[in-house]
């Protein structure tokens, strides 16, 4: 599916670009977190995929909130907003969202075909 493509795409981008900033190599960050040493490394090649709350333990290590982790310093103000919002939704609200967004971005796919 395009849109896990994207979300998988996105984190192992966000985790390299923190890890690259901060001095830390995967390894050593897989070994902090209490995982073996290819942990990251899976996460960021696009082999594997944390669940929630192995992602809320990647926030904490880079000292983030989950918001923090997706607004990066090139979001907008709406993209802010937008997650603030998304936030106050019910994690059934959420789910029903992410499966329009996912429809949407299916049709989007089709039509540019």
Known sequence: MAAEAVRKSFLAERITKLCLRR???EA???TDLGRG???INRITSGRGF???PEFLSICRYFG?????FFCTEDSSDSDRTLF???KRLSGQEQDMLEEVIDRLLR?????AE
Not at 64 to 68: A, G, Q, W
Not at 107 to 111: A, L, M, T, V, W
């Open 23 to 25: 001095g830390i190599s």
């Open 28 to 30: 050593k960050m897989s």
């Open 37 to 39: 040493r290819g942990y």
């Open 50 to 52: 944390p669940g929630y």
């Open 64 to 68: 983030m909130s989950p918001e923090d």
């Open 84 to 86: 603030r919002k998304l």
């Open 107 to 111: 049709e989007s796919e089709e039509r």
